[in-house]
């Protein structure tokens, strides 16, 4: 058989069994159905379907809302009659019914009974006993329900999973994903009996990214677009370079699922006609008319979140630094921003530098986009805005060629309490790119406002004494994301933190009176927004001095690190050579660790050439019991210092847990942690970092 003929066999085959595959969807993407209703007076209408145990899905229901005393009423009698039971609207109440003009809509059988229980839907009239249409639920009815469809078969690299759901037909549920990352691998689906090259990428939770190592994960999966489980004969992990499937599981045909709710009666479907969906919570929409780019952001954020869109720093990848985008967010009206990324930091003054994630009217360009439509519905943010293709502010913005391929970037994450964007909690992990002159095409579905997004539980917090240990060592690392900082202090960072003797922001219990020595290694190049934070001591949480108006300035009460110079102008004291802790890889995932030191063992650590800050601290009576170690040109990198008169007190004589009491998994580099115990002495801590001082400083 020749090579052509095979691929017209192929994709014959192809085109046959997505045929087959959409007249199945076609019969059961609604759910199981239960029949059409029987008309008998006020234009009663519309097909009945059940979408799970206890909820019914009515398909273009029609009523003319002129009924007397109208409800949904179900019952367990031959036929419909008053010794029904009440079911509440689509919005859960049990109002009279209003008129409906062919709307789907979603209602639930009440007090714990399912579908099963009953054998009719009516619309009934209660002042007048009669229904005014229904229909009959078969009897033996077996409603949708999710099923298992077993663990991953003929697996390498790794991988292992628990036995793999069907939540309902757009999502999957992966239990106990292992995966070695050590191939760039996707997740994968289509039709046939084996895994093939024929088929679309499944994105996970993160986006359309390669697979990351998993330890035991829990993943939940999205098909993507139209696609559902109906469509599909097995999914897989597959690698697109050698076209070879590392695990997979079988999808039987005509599975008795619940459809997915969201695609049902979800929201957010864009009538621009291009849509790409960037992320399960994220998808961009638009148009390219007289000379502009029109744009559509649509995103389930919270409204202490933001969502970012833009045109990558790099033509041959998709960059932050160098980045052209648009920030939006909603605060009790959608807004909308023109920002240019100069520095991973966010937008800072120092001295004569100026950088960060600012807007272009910040760095003394022109806000080049405009609002249009803004709404926020179900948790869905909509914001649509508008930009030209050719711009006047060419310092910062990006001319627009719609022919050409143009690499993209885009982050959801969350706006700190000046409702400015702190560092992305979701981004573009992998290179994407879009042509907007590109033929018409719809890569999006409705949104799932159903979808629950869970926050991990933070790390147990750490306290440091100053009981045995007059030094301390700051540097700087990794924030730990939820897990970390913003679990352990409510505050959202930049993804940087202070380590104090080598552990993430721990808790310093001083005592009034004593001296302590701290030897700061936060960076002394102002040029190196994102690394250079000289250390202070302060009665506010957050810090950041440096960015604060004159107002909030005398506000603040200064204990440490900070005077007036001979111009009277505010100068930080304690700064000094970098020190720096980096993940190993970019496969590391804070969430993915049960506590601090447990992640600190997948930490890299290095220094530049140069002498620590020097900062001496003597508490005194005249301080609050609670004040903060932060960094002088950034908020919230440090956390609490709790002073006491005695360490006897019981109330701070507390087990205070320390880097030496850390699980034994803590890898080589966490040993070479400066001061990693309150039970180093000062000396040994000074000697360390003068030896500290010969490692040269690598990927900072």
């Not at 639930?108 to 229904?131: C, N, Y």
């Not at 969906?277 to 919270?302: K, M, N």
């Not at 994450?413 to 994407?432: A, E, I, M, V």
């Not at 030191?597 to 019991?625: H, N, R, V, W």
């Amino acid at each position: 058989m020749t090579p052509p003929l095979v691929s017209i066999l192929l994709a014959f085959a192809f085109v046959h069994c997505l045929i087959f595959a959409n007249h199945v969807r076609g019969e059961q993407s609604f759910g199981r159905k239960i029949g059409t209703f029987q008309q008998k007076s006020h234009q009663v209408r519309g097909e009945v379907y059940a979408v799970n145990a206890t909820t019914f899905l009515l398909k273009n229901f029609m009523y003319d809302g002129m009924g007397t005393d109208t409800f949904f009423f179900v019952g367990a009698s031959k036929e419909p009659s008053e010794r029904g039971t009440l079911v509440p609207d689509e919005t859960h109440k049990t109002n009279l019914l209003r008129q409906y003009m062919g709307e789907d809509l979603l209602i639930t059988v009440p007090d714990d009974k399912t579908i099963a229980d009953f054998k009719w839907l009516a619309v009934w009239d209660v002042s007048e006993q009669k229904s005014y249409g229904d229909v009959q639920i078969p009897g033996q009815f077996d409603p949708p329900k999710q099923q298992i469809l077993g663990a991953f078969l003929q697996t390498y690299h790794g991988i292992k999973s628990g036995d793999i759901k069907v939540i309902d037909a757009k999502t999957l549920k992966i239990p106990d994903f292992v995966f070695d990352g050590a191939a760039d691998a996707i997740f994968w689906a289509g039709i046939g009996q084996v895994p093939s090259s024929h088929g679309l990428q499944v994105p996970t939770e993160t986006g359309y990214d390669k697979l990351n190592r998993y330890t035991g994960q829990i993943l939940t999966l999205r098909l993507p677009g139209e696609t559902t489980v109906l469509d599909i004969d097995w999914l897989c992990v597959w690698d697109p370079t050698y076209s070879q499937s590392y695990g997979y599981v079988l999808v039987p045909a005509n599975l008795n699922i619940p459809p997915s709710l969201g695609s049902l009666v979800g929201i957010g479907y864009s009538r621009l006609p291009n849509c790409e969906r960037l992320h399960q919570r994220l998808q961009v929409s638009w148009e390219v008319f007289g000379g502009y780019l029109t744009i559509q952001l649509a995103g389930l954020i919270d409204e202490d979140e933001y969502m970012a869109f833009g045109y990558s720093g790099s033509n041959n990848a998709s960059t932050m630094i160098g980045a052209d985008v648009a920030i939006a967010w909603w605060d009790g009206l959608g807004k909308v921003e023109d920002y240019y990324i100069t520095a991973k930091a966010p937008c800072s003054t120092i001295g004569t530098v100026k950088g960060g994630v600012c807007t272009d009217a910040m760095l003394g360009g022109i806000n080049d986009v405009q609002a249009l439509e803004t709404k926020r519905e179900n948790g869905l943010t909509i914001i649509s805005y508008q930009r030209p293709l050719k711009t006047t502010d060419v310092s910062f913005d990006r001319m627009i060629v719609p022919e050409e391929l143009i690499y993209i970037v885009w982050a959801i994450g969350p706006l700190d309490t000046q409702r400015q964007p702190s560092k992305h909690s979701l981004y573009s992990r992998s290179d994407r790119s879009l042509r907007f002159s590109r033929p018409n095409e719809k890569n999006c579905d409705k949104f799932d406002t159903g979808v629950v997004r869970n926050r991990p539980t933070p790390w147990p917090g750490i306290k440091l004494s100053g009981e045995n240990s007059r030094s301390f060592v700051a540097q700087i690392g990794p924030s730990g994301g939820a897990k970390g900082y913003e679990g352990l202090t409510g505050f959202h960072s930049w993804g940087l933190a202070w380590y104090i003797n080598g552990t993430l922001i721990p808790e310093l219990v001083l005592k009034r009176g004593i001296t302590y020595t701290f030897y700061v290694q936060g960076g002394k190049n102002p040029e190196n927004l994102e690394y250079y934070h000289p250390f202070y001591i302060t009665s506010e949480p957050e810090g950041g001095f440096a960015q604060k108006k004159e107002a909030d300035r005398i506000r603040a009460r200064i204990f440490a690190g900070v005077r007036r110079g001979r111009t009277n102008e505010y100068e930080a004291t304690a700064l000094g050579a970098l020190c720096v802790w980096k993940e190993i890889t970019n496969n590391v995932k804070p969430e993915d660790y049960g506590n601090f030191f447990a992640y600190k063992g997948q930490l890299g650590y290095a220094c530049e050439s140069g002498q620590p800050g020097i900062l001496e601290f003597t508490p005194d009576a005249s301080m609050p019991d609670t004040i903060y170690y932060q960094s002088y040109t950034q908020r919230n990198l440090g956390w609490k210092i709790t002073l006491v008169d005695s360490f006897d007190d019981p109330l701070t004589h507390q087990k205070l847990q320390s880097p030496a009491e850390a699980p034994s998994n803590v890898d080589s580099n966490s040993n070479r942690a400066a001061g990693r115990t309150s039970r180093f002495s000062a000396v040994l801590i000074s000697v360390f970092l003068v030896l500290q001082c010969h490692f040269r400083l690598r990927g900072v």
